[in-house]
C-alpha cells in the first residue's frame, strides 16, 4: 500500500473545487463550515469572498457563475444561514445557475432526534429539496466526495441549476485518506437523434421566414446560430438568451420580445425555432402575445415538448448539438425570402422608437450608458422600473455572459449580484467592467453587501434609480387600486453620506446634463462607485409600468 495522506473531508472537497476550475467562492463563516473555509483560507487557491449575509452570498455566486461559465459556489451555516440563502437558490433554479450550495448540518449522532441541539433545523433536507435542482445530505466521512462530485455533475449538465448538499459539521472534519481521483466528472451533452435532425431540416429548407428564439439554454450555441443566421435566419432572444449573437447584429431583434411590430413580423413567420426558453410569462405577455403559427423547438429537457405553446415538431438535445447538426444538413438549402432582413430591422426599429418614447427624459441616461461601456462589460440589472423599460433590452450586449437579471422577480438581489459579476471578471482577467442598475428600494434590501464590495474593490459602477419609492407598486396602485398609496412611501438614506461612510465613491446626479461626467467619475474608478440618479428632480418616464404587462394592455398601448 502507498502511502497516503489523511486530510479533512472539508480540504478534500476544496481540493476538488480547485479542480472544477473554481476561482472564487462566497459564503459566511460558521462553526458548521469551518473545516471546509480553513481548507480554502490554507490553500489560498480559492478567493473566498465574505459576503454579510448568506442571501447576499448565494446571489454572489450565481452572478460569477452567470458571467464566468463557471460553477458558482456558496457556502452557508445550517439552520437560518442555509434558509436565509433559500429565496437566493429559488432565484438560480429560475435561471438555471451552475451552482453548488454547501451548507452545514449539527453533528451527525444528534441529527433528526428533535433534541433541541442549538442549530438544529429539522427537515433543512426538505428546504433544500424545494429550492435545488437536486439536494444531498453526506452521511459519513468515506461518502463525501463521490457525493460532491455527483451534486457539480448535476449542476453543471443541461438544464443546468444548483444542487445543495448538507455536510454534518463532524464530517467535514473527520479525516479520511487523501482521495487518489479528486477531478470532476465528465459533463455530457445530450446528443439529438439523428433522424429528428433530419425531419427538423426537411421542414425548415421550406422556409421562407425562418426566425430563431434563443433562451437561456442558448447561451453557449453563439457559433452555430451565426451559422444560421449566414443562411437567413432571423433572431429573437429572451432576457436569458440575449446576447448569444451581438445585439445589434441586423438579423437580431435583440429581446423584444412582446413589442407590437415584433408580434406582427411573427404574423409573416412561417417557421419559428424555439431554442433553450421557457417562453416565460414575461417574455410572452403570460402566454397570450400571438406567435408564428409553425412553431419548432429544441431542448435539453424533453418536457419542454409542448410546455406553454404546442409545437409542431420538438427535437429532445443539447441546443449546440442540435444547431450544429441543423446547420450542417441546411447548407445550400435555405431559399429565404430577401426582404426578411429589411423586415426584421423595421420591427427592431419600430420597438425602439416606442421604447424611446416610453423612457422619456431617460433616453439620454440610455445613449450616455451606451456610450461609456464599450462591448465587454457585465450588465447586471434588479427588478426595478428602469429594468423592466428599457434595461432587459439595452444596452447592447455582445456576449451571452454578460447579463445578469434577477429573472424570478426577487428585488434586492441586484447588489449582490453586481459583486459577483465584479469578482468573477477580476478573477478571470476578463477585466469587464460591471455595471449595475438597482432601484433604491431593491437597494437597501440588501444594503449590507455594500460593505462586501468595498472590502472585496468589486470593479462596479452602481446604477441607482432613487425615487424614494417602490415605483411599480404605486403605478400598480393607481392602475388596479384605485390611486390609494400605502406602504410605499421610502426613507432613503443620503447616499453620498452613506458612500462616504461606507468608503467608496458617489455622484448624484439631478440633471441628466452631469450624467456624463458623473459616469465618466465612476468609470476612472477602480472598485465601487454609486451614480444616483435623483429621479425627483429628472422626472418620470412617460409610460406608467404597472407589473407584468398583459396582452389587453399592451395592445391599448400599442406596445
Ligand atoms: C423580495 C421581494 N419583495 C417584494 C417584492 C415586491 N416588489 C416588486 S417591485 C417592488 C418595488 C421596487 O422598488 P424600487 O427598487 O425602488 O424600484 P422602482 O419600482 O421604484 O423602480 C416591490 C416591493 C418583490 N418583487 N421581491
Not at 479533512?8 to 473555509?37: D, R, W, Y
Not at 433562451?215 to 443566421?229: D, I, N, Y
Amino acid at each position: 500500500m502507498p502511502n497516503v495522506n489523511r486530510i479533512t473531508v472539508g480540504a478534500a472537497i476544496a481540493q476538488f473545487l480547485e479542480n472544477c476550475g473554481v476561482k472564487a467562492a462566497f459564503g459566511v463563516i460558521s462553526i458548521h463550515n469551518m473545516p471546509i473555509l480553513d481548507a480554502f483560507g490554507e490553500r489560498g487557491n480559492i478567493r473566498f469572498v465574505m459576503a454579510r449575509g448568506e442571501a447576499g452570498a448565494t446571489n454572489m455566486a450565481d452572478a460569477y457563475a452567470r458571467t464566468t461559465g463557471g460553477l458558482g459556489v456558496t457556502v452557508t451555516s445550517t439552520g437560518t444561514a442555509a434558509g436565509n440563502a433559500a429565496g437566493s437558490m429559488v432565484e438560480a433554479i429560475t435561471a438555471g445557475t451552475p451552482l453548488l450550495h454547501l451548507t452545514g448540518q449539527i453533528d451527525s449522532p444528534y441529527l433528526d432526534r428533535n433534541l433541541g441541539f442549538i442549530h438544529e433545523a429539522n427537515h433543512q433536507l426538505d428546504m433544500l429539496q424545494a429550492v435545488s435542482k437536486a439536494a444531498f445530505r453526506i452521511r459519513t466521512p468515506e461518502t463525501a466526495i463521490g457525493i460532491v462530485k455527483r451534486a457539480v455533475q448535476i449542476a453543471m449538465t443541461a438544464p443546468t441549476g444548483p444542487v445543495s448538499i448538507e455536510i454534518p459539521i463532524d464530517v467535514q472534519a473527520a479525516l479520511i485518506d487523501e482521495p487518489a481521483d479528486l477531478n470532476p466528472l465528465p459533463v455530457a451533452a445530450l446528443a439529438p437523434s439523428e433522424a429528428a435532425l433530419d425531419e427538423l431540416a426537411q421542414r425548415l429548407a421550406q422556409a421562407k421566414r425562418p426566425l430563431l428564439w434563443l433562451g437561456g439554454g442558448a447561451r453557449q450555441a453563439g457559433e452555430q446560430v451565426r451559422r444560421l443566421v449566414k443562411l437567413g435566419f432571423g433572431v429573437i432572444t429572451s432576457t436569458q438568451g440575449r446576447g448569444v449573437i451581438p445585439e445589434n447584429d441586423p438579423a437580431c431583434l435583440g429581446s423584444f420580445t412582446v413589442a407590437k411590430p415584433v408580434e406582427n413580423l411573427y404574423q409573416t413567420v412561417d417557421a419559428l425555432l424555439v431554442v433553450g426558453s421557457r417562453l416565460r410569462s414575461n417574455e410572452t405577455l403570460k402566454y397570450a402575445i400571438k406567435l408564428p403559427a409553425t412553431r419548432y423547438r429544441i431542448d435539453a429537457d424533453s418536457q419542454a415538448d409542448g410546455r406553454a405553446y404546442t409545437t409542431d415538431f420538438f427535437v429532445n438535445g443539447d441546443a449546440t448539438l442540435a444547431l450544429k447538426g441543423l446547420a450542417d444538413r441546411l447548407e445550400g438549402r435555405m431559399a429565404v425570402d430577401p426582404r426578411f432582413l429589411d423586415d426584421i430591422q423595421s420591427a427592431r426599429q419600430g420597438a425602439m422608437a416606442k421604447l424611446r418614447d416610453d423612457v422619456g427624459p431617460y433616453a439620454k441616461l440610455i445613449d450616455t450608458l451606451q456610450s461609456v461601456v464599450g462591448e465587454s462589460f457585465n450588465w447586471v440589472r434588479d427588478v426595478t422600473l428602469s429594468n423592466s423599460i428599457w434595461g432587459n433590452r439595452l444596452p447592447c450586449l455582445h456576449d451571452s455572459k454578460a447579463g445578469v437579471h434577477a429573472l424570478g422577480g426577487g428585488i434586492g438581489l441586484g447588489l449582490a449580484m453586481g459583486v459577483g459579476a465584479a469578482v468573477g471578471a477580476a478573477v478571470s482577467g476578463s477585466g469587464k467592467k460591471t455595471f449595475t442598475l438597482a432601484g433604491d428600494g431593491g437597494f437597501i434590501l440588501n444594503l449590507g453587501e455594500l460593505a462586501t464590495a468595498v472590502q472585496e474593490q468589486a470593479d462596479m459602477l452602481i446604477v441607482l434609480m432613487n425615487d424614494q419609492a417602490y415605483g411599480v407598486i404605486k403605478n400598480i396602485q393607481d392602475a388596479v387600486y384605485g390611486g390609494r398609496k400605502h406602504y410605499v412611501q421610502l426613507h432613503t438614506p443620503d447616499y453620498a453620506l452613506l458612500a462616504q461612510a461606507m468608503g467608496l465613491g458617489h455622484a448624484r446626479v439631478k440633471s441628466l446634463d452631469e450624467l456624463d461626467g458623473a459616469l465618466k467619475e465612476g468609470l476612472a474608478a477602480k472598485g465601487p462607485f454609486i451614480v444616483e440618479i435623483d429621479m425627483l428632480s429628472v422626472g418620470g418616464f412617460n409610460t406608467k409600468f404597472a407589473g407584468p404587462p398583459v396582452k389587453a394592455a399592451a395592445d391599448k398601448a400599442g406596445a
